[in-house]
C-alpha cells in the first residue's frame, strides 16, 4: 500500500456556483465513505484557501486517480498530488556511504 498526500482546490469550470456547491454536498458523503473503508487516512481543511488536504492509503498512483476523479465533484476539482514514505523507511547515510564508495 502507498500513502499520498493530496491537495484538492476549486476549479468548477463547466459548471455554475450552485450546481458546484450541490456536487460539493455530494463529495463530502463519497469522502465520508472512503474514511469508513480505510482509503482516506486524514482529512483537513485549508481554511481561506478553497482548499482540502487529504492522506489516502491506496495500493497504486492508478487507483489513487481512480479514488480522485470518482467523487462527484472530483471533475471540478484540481489536485496536487505528493507521494509520501515514512521517515523510518528513508536512511540518508545509506547513500552517503554509496557515493564514498
Known sequence: MAL???IARKAPIGITADEFQVRLSDGFAYTKDLLDR???KHRWILVGA???LNVYEVGSHEELMSVLYGSPVGPHLQFEVYPLIEPG???PTAY???AAA
Open 38 to 40: 480505510g482509503v482516506l
Open 96 to 98: 552517503a556511504q554509496d
Open 50 to 52: 478553497s482548499a482540502g
Open 89 to 91: 523507511s528513508y536512511n
Open 4 to 6: 499520498f498526500a493530496v
